[in-house]
């Protein structure tokens, strides 16, 4: 089956894949749109992990201040080159995560930087609220597995759901950014200011 340019258009405004890999893609499902989109996803996580291993000593420092002047941002947001930190793609995705940054009041950037005494607290709090369900202790630690686990997606700022759109995490946004931009992408550190 022939692919058209309309197939190629949608397929690629919907991913921001290239041309190339578009074509492949749409080729490889025979025009398929939406299992195109599968094969690409699933490339650019493989291209994205690549990635995830190279420096990221370029970036800028994002600020944000809310309308009510009673909450500040600043947040360094980084990638591999100053051409890429420059772009308008790359500063609105700064600006994006200073803005979620003062909504949603993250503790930490990922979940392994949650202080294990604030998990260990909680796990202590889950073990009580446990306890009085006299459940199988195999079930328990599932359910105190699961508590923890949640609790430190809450308080990391690439778990947690983007303000903006609730389908994605701050982390998929910085993914979809990463295979835009073709650099890898990090947050370096944050500090919210309130009154």
């Not at 195109?36 to 800028?60: M, Y």
């Not at 796990?123 to 430190?152: D, V």
Request: hydrophobic share 45%.
């Amino acid at each position: 089956m022939p692919i058209s340019m309309d197939q190629i258009k949608e397929l690629r405004s919907r991913t921001g894949a290239g041309v190339v890999d578009v074509k492949a893609a749409l080729s490889e499902t025979g025009g398929d749109v939406e299992q195109a989109i599968t094969i690409l996803r699933k490339k650019g996580k493989a291209s994205a992990a690549k990635k995830a291993q190279r420096l990221t000593r370029e970036g800028v420092v994002a600020s944000y201040v809310h309308s009510n002047q009673k909450i500040a941002v600043l947040a360094s947001v980084l990638c591999e080159t100053d051409f890429v930190a420059r772009s308008d793609r790359f500063q609105q995705l700064a600006k994006d995560i200073a803005m979620h940054i003062a909504a949603a009041d993250p503790a930490v950037v990922s979940p392994e930087d949650v202080p294990e005494a604030e998990v260990e607290a909680e796990k202590a709090i889950a073990l009580e609220q446990i306890a009085a369900q006299k459940k199988p202790p195999q079930i328990q630690e599932k359910i105190i597995e699961g508590k923890l686990k949640k609790f430190r997606e809450e308080r990391a700022l690439l778990t947690q759901v983007f303000v903006k759109d609730p389908e994605k995490t701050v982390g998929d946004l910085i993914h979809e950014a990463v295979l835009e931009l073709g650099e890898n992408i990090t947050v370096g550190e944050f500090c919210r200011i309130t009154i």
